[in-house]
């Protein structure tokens, strides 16, 4: 469960401090005490207001990139470029591969944002047309 702070919930309702305390004390925005600190929880604060607190959208892609004859030596150079290019990606991109060396088949398993997956995609594209 989420909870924000005094001090976010005012700046979240465009409201002064002072205030949110207020409706804290005066029990119209249910709250718990740690410390010296309030905590009010993101589902009261939905109902406060009466809208609920959504977290922001996030769309994700799923991709499989296959490539057909491509020898050992290509493969490695294909692997080692897009794993390099990851270095400075979040950390919700994943990129796994799969080699089949006797059908000389590669599968490259692309999971993340779409900017980040777009752009391992493009990668993979610049290489294989060399």
Known sequence: MEHYTVEQV????GLHVKTVRNYVRDGRLPAV?????YRIAKEDLGAFTGTPIR??????ASSIVQIDGIARG????????????????PHGLRVEFVYD??????????LGGLEDSA?????IDA????
């Open 10 to 13: 005012a700046s979240l309702l």
């Open 33 to 37: 005490r740690i410390g010296k600190q």
């Open 55 to 60: 977290a922001p959208r996030r769309a994700e």
């Open 74 to 89: 290509d493969m490695d150079r294909v692997s080692t470029m897009v794993l390099g290019s990851l270095a400075s990606r």
């Open 101 to 110: 060396e006797e059908r000389e088949h590669l599968k490259v398993i692309v």
């Open 119 to 123: 752009q391992v995609l493009r990668i």
């Open 127 to 130: 290489l294989v047309r060399e």
